[in-house]
């Protein structure tokens, strides 16, 4: 039975990224010779693949969280299951559900091929350059911390000036740091379950590994600055603290948490690691609803905390929840699929489709409780 589900899973994963090709923007002529346009000419169909793909990502997760926790599944074979799937969905087209990765892009070339500064100088200002026919904010200056614009120099030098090594370079540099991250968690719980929470959860795989996201650069370094802090080496703790405000910024209410810590060594108290990570984990929600005062909940967001939940002892209601709560973030991106705006009625239906879910399974929870 459990070879089945991980050969099925493994053909979904595959599924899905050969799905992806179906999004290639009919503007993005570097990859021409595979659009067909069928995502935006069946919108009907596609959301409903869309939807069939991603339920079954969430019962595949449920199943793998399950064999783990039942001692099913062990350490070697949950290593090759996560490396297959980083394989896998790293190959896939990463502007299906976000056009943030051509804001990388168009940034980085902005930085290093025009050597201008991108705080101050937007894409949009180039006239004749290519980008702009596929980047969606080019009339933005840079969004993001200058760490971040610093480390984009990496992939942007190493593509050599060529589109598609440009582009699934990185890709390849958010997975690194989606792998450091892993084994970063796995090095903070010795706990496979944990792991597991994060490593396998398809929202975390989507917006990582499939659209690169840079959150997860920004949580890494987060984590990496805990994981010193528990070690009691505040120099490297602040550094990478540091490094993780300055690649998004999410992370700057992290200082209440770290400055206690600090405290608390000092004044020679016990560090209860369990209530930092916990307490962690609900300024990252916190911030994580505090994003539609600058513009909306983004469901990759979700990663700012999901990073700290797993470094908790994990109760059921956690996990199941976190479950939930990915899927219904997921779920966002059907209205716009199936309307193709992002006019009414599709942010009110992204709305629904958030919070419902996680409404609907917390009284369902609380009912099961009392009986």
């Not at 990496?154 to 050599?160: A, D, E, N």
């Not at 700290?308 to 976190?322: E, G, M």
Request: overall charge positive; charged content about 10%; some cysteine.
């Amino acid at each position: 039975m459990k070879k089945i589900i991980i050969v099925v899973y493994l053909i979904t994963l595959f599924l899905f990224t050969v799905f992806s090709y179906l999004f290639i923007d009919q503007n993005l002529f570097y990859l021409k010779d595979f659009f067909t346009g069928i995502a935006f000419n069946y919108r009907e169909v596609t959301t409903f693949i869309y939807l069939t793909l991603i339920f079954l990502f969430s019962i595949f997760y449920y199943l793998f969280l399950w064999l783990i926790n039942t001692k099913k599944l062990s350490m070697f074979e949950a290593k090759w299951l996560i490396g297959i799937t980083v394989g896998i969905l790293f190959f896939s087209y990463p502007a299906m559900l976000s056009y943030d990765i051509f804001n990388y892009l168009t940034t980085s070339k902005v930085a290093f091929y025009y050597h201008e500064n991108p705080y101050v100088v937007m894409p949009i200002e180039f006239v004749n350059e290519p980008f702009l026919s596929f980047t969606r904010a080019a009339n933005k200056i840079a969004l993001y911390g200058p760490v971040w614009i610093f480390l984009t120099g990496i992939p942007y030098y190493l593509s050599f000036g060529n589109f598609i090594f440009l582009l699934f370079g990185f890709k390849l540099f958010i997975t690194l740091f989606f792998v450091l991250t892993i084994i970063l968690i796995w090095k903070m719980t010795k706990n496979l379950f944990q792991v597991a929470l994060f490593a396998l959860n398809p929202l975390v795989l989507i917006e990582t590994l499939m659209s690169g996201h840079n959150d997860i650069v920004m949580i890494f370094f987060a984590l990496f600055s805990f994981y010193f802090l528990h070690r009691r080496n505040i120099l490297f703790a602040a550094f990478f603290l540091f490094l993780s405000v300055f690649i998004k910024y999410a992370t700057i209410f992290l200082i209440p948490v770290f400055l206690y810590c600090l405290w608390q060594m000092y004044t020679k108290q016990r560090v209860e690691w369990e209530k930092i990570y916990q307490f962690s984990a609900l300024l990252m929600i916190f911030v994580f609803f505090l994003s539609p005062v600058r513009e909306e909940i983004y469901s990759w967001y979700a990663i700012w905390f999901l990073g700290f939940i797993s470094l908790v002892s994990i109760k059921k209601f956690i996990y199941q929840a976190s479950i939930i709560f990915s899927f219904s973030l997921l779920l966002r991106y059907m209205p716009y699929m199936l309307f193709g705006t992002y006019l009414a009625p599709v942010p009110a239906l992204k709305n629904i489709l958030t919070f419902i879910p996680l409404f609907l399974f917390t009284i369902y929870y609380v009912l099961k409780k009392k009986i």
